[in-house]
């Protein structure tokens, strides 16, 4: 990290993103810490639909009382959650969401939930509660990441990293991380305890794809791991990859302790398009730092085409001198 000063929190929408994500990423790591044990099975989900459920509830109150007239873009909605049989549900996501906010009534969170329910306009919000779900349920790395978009452009990003440390390092059960992009000032990373200072990072000097530090999530369903493979041998990559779950990557990305990230389109999901809420907050993240992130055939992400990146395919991620690399070895592999 740089010794440049905190960065500047003046404008209120990044006092409001940095304030809400610092508030969200401590309740996650509540119902991380209360709910999810050694021996939950795999296939159990009730733990990280909680916290879903609670961090967005959370985040559409904030909104609520900072900026009214505010479209939030989220994940989730309540009408599952509504169901008889998901009153026990109901009353733990209201009960956590009650620790952070006053007045947390069933019906209120069930509202606070749907604020996330909007389509985007010229002005909105776009949050993933909590990215990296198996990572939450091992007790390992997720992230909450909220983003404000103007005009199609991501203007605003920030992930809450509650189990890595400096932006980068997994520290599981220390202070966590707090990772905010600005457009034109830049990418900060520092500890998400309050009033912690935060200082501006970079991305790598990397150019020799022998030296490629690949970031890869440990859901081998995420990617083609064929390809990716393919890809690997392609560009001549030799050292090992980070492995990690969660948008958590951006921050090792753009911290310089990553090089490369690519999201190769699964197999099984040939015409998959990424949600903008698993990579809004994430792409400022790396362009603020100096990186450089498009879609597989190098086109910029576009998020002025709804709920999805519609007009895009796959995500690449690079610390910018290793793009055009991987964009060669791309053209061939795909």
């Known amino acids: 990290m740089e010794g440049s000063p905190i960065v500047n929190v003046s404008r209120p929408e990044v006092q409001f993103a940095v304030d809400t994500v610092r508030a969200a990423a401590h309740l996650a790591r509540q119902v991380q810490a209360e709910l999810v044990e050694p021996a939950l099975t795999k296939d159990d989900r009730s733990p990280v639909t909680v916290a879903d459920f609670a961090v967005q509830a959370l985040v559409g109150r904030l909104l609520d009382a900072a900026f009214p007239h505010d479209a939030l873009v989220g994940e989730e909605d309540s009408k599952a959650l509504r169901a008889p049989e998901a009153a026990g549900t109901l009353a733990e996501v209201s ?28 002005r909105f919000w776009t949050l993933d509660p909590i990215d990296g779900t198996k990572g939450f349920l091992r007790g390992d790395q997720y992230a909450v990441a909220l ?3 103007i005009d199609g452009r991501v203007d ?10 400096d932006g980068y390092r997994p520290d599981v059960g220390g202070p966590g991380s707090l ?22 990072i970079r991305v790598s000097g990397v150019s020799d794809p022998a ?30 990859p980070v492995r990690m779950d969660s948008q958590a990557k951006y921050g090792v990305l753009a911290s310089g302790h990553g090089d490369l990230l690519v999201r190769l389109l699964s197999s099984k999901q040939p015409d998959y398009r990424e949600k903008i809420w698993d990579q809004a907050a994430g792409s400022i993240v ?6 450089r992130i498009t ?23 690079s610390n910018g001198l290793l793009h055009d690399i991987a ?8």
Request: glycine share 14%; net charge negative.
């Open 179 to 200: 990772i905010v992009a600005v457009r034109g000032e830049g990418t900060w990373a520092g500890s998400a305890a309050d009033g912690a200072e935060l200082r501006r």
């Open 327 to 334: 964009l060669e070895a791309l053209s061939s592999v795909l």
């Open 156 to 165: 605003v990003g920030v992930l809450g990293c509650p189990n890595l440390a």
């Open 95 to 122: 009960g956590f969401v009650g620790r952070a906010v006053a007045g947390a009534t069933a019906e209120r969170v069930c509202a606070w939930i749907d604020r996330g329910n909007a389509e985007p306009t010229d």
């Open 286 to 291: 790396v362009e603020e730092a100096g990186g």
């Open 295 to 317: 879609d597989l055939s190098g086109a910029p992400l576009d998020f002025s085409a709804g709920r999805t990146l519609a007009r895009n395919r796959g995500v690449l991620a």
């Open 147 to 149: 983003a404000l978009v």
């Open 211 to 240: 030296q490629v530090r690949l970031l890869r999530s440990f859901e081998a369903g995420h990617t083609n791991t064929g390809r990716m493979g393919e890809l690997v041998r392609k560009m001549g990559v030799e050292a090992e």
